[in-house]
């Protein structure tokens, strides 16, 4: 294909300076680009005028090497004037204009190890107060329930408690079964080696009413309706529909949060005892299939060894598990910022955050029966 040599020239009129650009503006041509623009000199006047009059074709690669000369000249990316180009060569040149004028992001900086760790120690101190800050609304917002019981909205509660808690039960009776037959089958094949197998009825019982139970019906808590408390609000919140309830002269703490706080606090006590039955079931039938224990001998075993300090255990922890649970979860909602993304990623921190409490909580409560003997 026949090309025009690149050549530029200026000159000045009315103490306006005229850039004229003829030829062909292209990669292929970039050398002689680079030539036509080494030579090149910016007399001093006001107004700058880019005329592409003479100009065949220009690309983004030329359009960048000639503003950024310009830029060298002292004359800003934003600054030339554009007349006599046509459309199409007009709207590529004010796109490169716009690129080079746009700001952008520094590149990646690789912190130390100190950085790191100061940084992440000042976000978890941040997220510690935020935590207790909401907590702390919370317990005023429950003391003024308290106050009126008109507040409390028992419709909304008895929802939320339909869905966290029956809605639960199928889930919840099979994870906790087939971890009471995991452990019963575990620990019967070292117990038959010293012929104590009945005691994996001792084993089952304290394991699965003690931490077991409760640790798991917490998890799928967390991740069930802890989530779904998340993904609610944020998306009420993103809708501006918080705000909304917010202008109606309503607390969105008492319309939002509370009712599913109360809701948790029930149901999940009641999970955990039905999670006990269905762990100690899963045991008992690989007692009966593997070990050789009649049902009737292995609840006599349970009876046995489980004392009613023992099965109150998981109960009590639960109700502080269910705090926790649906004090991050709904924090992390109301803290979404406004768009799809903060949706999905408060939702994930949700589960992350609530399942890591329930363990440190867990240890926490193990310290603590260990002390006082329970």
């Known amino acids: 294909m026949q090309t025009t040599a690149v050549a530029i020239h200026c000159q000045v009129e009315d103490a306006t300076t005229i850039i004229r650009l003829t030829g062909t503006w292209r990669l292929r041509n970039l050398p002689d680009v680079i030539a036509a623009l080494g030579g090149f000199t910016l007399p001093r006047a006001g107004e700058v005028v880019l005329d592409g009059g003479g100009l065949e074709s220009i690309d983004t690669a030329a359009a960048f090497v000639l503003l950024e000369r310009l830029a060298k000249l002292g004359c800003a990316a934003e600054a030339p004037a554009t007349r006599h180009f046509s459309d199409k060569h007009a709207r590529l040149v004010d796109l490169v204009r716009q690129r080079m004028c746009t700001p952008t992001a520094l590149g990646s900086l690789h912190r130390g190890v100190l950085y790191r760790i100061g940084a992440a120690s000042v976000a978890l101190l941040g997220e510690l107060r935020r935590a207790v800050s909401f907590m702390g609304l919370v317990t005023i917002e429950l003391l003024r329930m308290l106050r009126r019981p008109a507040l409390f909205r028992a419709r909304e509660t008895a929802a939320q408690f339909e869905t966290v808690c029956i809605d639960a039960i199928p889930i919840v009776i099979l994870v906790n079964f087939l971890i009471g037959i995991v452990v019963a089958y575990v620990l019967g094949m070292e117990a038959q080696r010293y012929g104590a197998s009945l005691f994996v009825a001792d084993g089952i019982a304290l394991a699965m009413c003690r931490e077991l139970s409760p640790i798991l019906c917490s998890v799928l808590v967390a991740g069930r309706s802890g989530a779904a408390f998340t993904a609610e609000i944020g998306t009420m919140k993103v809708e501006e ?24 606090g029930l149901a999940l006590p009641l999970l955990v005892l039905a999670g006990d039955i269905a762990g100690v079931a899963g045991g ?73 409490w329930v363990f440190v909580l867990d240890a926490a409560f193990a310290v603590v029966f260990q002390r006082l003997d329970i």
């Open 241 to 264: 529909e918080v705000d909304a309830i917010a202008t109606l002269g309503l607390s969105p703490v008492q319309v939002l949060v509370i009712p599913r706080l109360l809701a948790l």
């Open 284 to 356: 008992m039938l690989v007692g009966a299939a593997k070990l050789g224990i009649a049902p009737n001998v292995f609840l006599d075993r349970v009876h046995a060894a489980l004392e009613l300090r023992h099965f109150l255990v998981g109960p009590g922890k639960a109700p502080v598990f269910a705090m926790f649970i649906a004090m991050i979860a709904c924090r992390l909602g109301l803290e979404v910022k406004g768009d799809a993304r903060s949706v999905g990623r408060n939702t994930t921190s949700t589960v992350v955050q609530c399942i890591v």
